[in-house]
């Protein structure tokens, strides 16, 4: 899956902007970021439902528009939310999106693999979210296609649901089908993908592995919170003190976060820079760097509000 | 995608979900759909209300009441009734009960869903039809009985009663549609019922234009005194009412291209 240039406006706004993003065959590929990032519309733009402003997409060699037909009975398709009557059963929804396709997957062992046996017969109104989510799931999966979009697949889901959800996207993965999921929880790509793009305002802002995005795992963060707000300047001060090596992000009036060798010597210039400058920490928390952190230090915000 | 890429090994391992896409016939798709459009029409209380019980209760209602007011009809009751309550009954399911479940597919992703799905518009619109045909079917079968319990004695002419039934379908699903395209799912609730009720009074469906006395030569020109007096033709006589074929056929044509023109999927 390619996509060049895309550009996407709705009236004043521009939700994508000028993004590139390659999807290999038989990976699960994350497109990562907050609510309103462009993640939606980009997918939808994949799936033939909003034609390119500007820009080319293609999947499977396909163009989602000119060559929707030969396209559709290939990908899988789950939305963010409905698409299904209010008064239809799970199953009976199941076994329709099924009857579409030539060569469908057995709707009674799919319905078992995602927990949805026990509510077969009830109509989908009164289905759960999960159990709405876990339903649209199947339904993108049923044709047997070669690659499922999957918009915020667990959103609201309780953790065994989350779990069933991941253990089969990841058998897709390993029968040979593409994952594209758009999320905006960062332990959901940090566990599921094997590539992740990071988008904000409708621009790629990172992409890589889990790995590469934090840095082998191994770069540190000290994230220090004070008692009371910083002195004026305190974000230089602290850089020029702790030198080249490491970075200053000022999350907020009272907390901020160190990335680089958080080593005892780091540890023990941020002790000292409290010292002189009259600052009285509250704690001194060291972590791995993780993609919170790396969205945090690309766009000056936290990934959820 | 880039095919020089390709894990091989994965394409050669055969799992439970290894891709093997593709779409059913066309054929095996749309008569999917059908019968799941006339499956859910059948199974909501409101639809059939409007499907069955109040046209039942409009022919009982009035060849009963025929005997009690003076009406300008030419023939006995039931058999000026009957025929009027089968357009009654198109109309209801074509119309109202069209355009209130499309408003509600919109609403609630349906049509977004399988706008991803390999059934095509076309077959989505072939469907829908076949829905509507299969309960108009059932429709016709259920007053029919009745109306022969009430005596009813039709001289019918099969190609007008069925080039009424299909017109009237076609013209009524197209104004159907065009206001479940244009209106949000609650509007086009109201609309829909509201126009079937003054379609259903001052319509000229169930009752002759001749009832109507002067308003009746305004009146057959809509799409309900036009089916009204295609079926009334079709089964009082047995003759094919050309000019009431064409007025629907002009209905089925306008409410096509406002259709075409206005209608979002989503």
């Not at chain 1, 009975?73 to 009557?85: E, K, N, S, T």
Request: with cysteine; net charge neutral; hydrophobic share 45%.
């Amino acid at each position: 899956m390619d996509v060049r240039g895309l550009v996407m406006r709705y009236a004043d706004k521009v939700a994508v902007d000028a993004l590139d993003l390659t999807v290999e065959r038989n990976t699960i590929t994350a497109v990562l970021g907050p609510n309103g990032a462009g993640k939606t519309t980009t997918l939808e733009t994949c799936e033939g439902y909003r034609k390119p402003q500007s820009g080319t997409v293609r999947v499977l060699g396909l163009d989602p528009i000119a060559q929707r037909r030969d396209l559709l009975p290939r990908i899988g398709v789950m939305l963010q939310g409905g698409g299904a009557w209010s008064g239809v059963r799970a199953m009976e929804m199941l076994r329709h999106i099924a009857k579409l396709h030539a060569d469908p997957l057995d709707t009674e062992m799919l319905s078992d693999r995602l927990g949805l046996a026990d509510c077969g017969r009830t109509p989908y109104r009164r289905l759960s979210g999960g159990q709405q989510q876990r339903l649209g799931l199947a339904m993108a999966v049923v044709g047997r296609p070669e690659i499922v979009f999957v918009d915020e697949p667990t959103a609201g889901m309780d953790p065994q649901a989350r779990r069933t959800t991941w253990e089969l996207l990841e058998e897709l993965r390993g029968d040979g089908v593409t994952v594209v999921l758009t999320t905006h929880y960062m332990d959901e790509a940090e566990h599921l993908a094997d590539r992740i793009h990071i988008i904000d305002k409708g621009r790629m802002i990172a992409s890589g592995t889990p790995l590469e995005l934090t840095r082998g795992g191994k770069a540190t963060t000290i994230r220090l919170v004070v008692t009371r707000p910083f002195p004026p300047g305190a974000p230089e001060s602290l850089r020029k003190a702790l030198g080249e090596k490491t970075e200053v992000t000022v999350l907020d009036e009272i907390s901020l976060l160190v990335t680089g060798p958080a080593d005892s010597s780091t540890l023990a210039k941020v002790s000292q820079w409290c010292e002189e400058n009259d600052v009285l920490p509250e704690s001194l928390t060291l972590g791995q760097r993780n993609l919170e952190d790396v969205f945090l230090q690309l766009t000056g915000r936290e990934l959820l509000p | 995608m880039n095919f020089d890429k390709l894990d091989h090994h994965g394409l050669d391992h055969r799992g439970t979900f290894t891709p093997r896409p593709g779409a059913a016939p066309l054929t095996r798709q749309v008569a999917a759909q059908a019968a799941m459009e006339s499956k859910l029409m059948l199974r909501n209380g409101e639809q059939l209300l409007l499907a069955v019980v109040i046209p039942v209760i409009v022919l009982i209602g009035g060849v009963e009441g025929a005997h009690h007011i003076t009406l300008h009809i030419a023939h006995r009751a039931v058999d000026e009734f009957a025929p009027g309550v089968l357009a009654l009954a198109v109309m209801s399911t074509a119309f109202t009960s069209l355009a209130i479940a499309t408003g509600f597919e919109r609403r609630y992703g349906v049509i977004k869903r399988l706008g991803s799905s390999p059934l095509p518009r076309s077959g989505l619109l072939a469907g829908k039809i076949g829905g509507l045909l299969f309960v108009e079917a059932l429709q016709i079968v259920v007053i029919c009985l009745v109306a022969a319990v009430l005596g009813w004695h039709p001289h019918p002419g099969y190609l007008g009663a069925v080039l009424a039934v299909v017109l009237g379908t076609a013209a009524f699903a197209a104004l159907g549609l065009f206001v479940a395209g244009v209106l949000r799912a609650e509007a086009t609730l109201a609309a829909a019922n509201l126009i079937y009720l003054l379609l259903m009074a001052g319509g000229a469906v169930v009752l002759p234009t001749s009832a109507y006395g002067a308003f009746g030569n305004v009146v057959k020109w809509l799409p309900s005194g036009a089916l009204g007096n295609a079926m009334r033709s079709a089964f009082i006589s047995g003759s094919t009412n050309w000019t009431g074929l064409a007025v629907l056929l002009g209905w089925a044509v306008l409410g096509t291209v406002l259709t075409a023109r206005t209608f979002k999927w989503e």
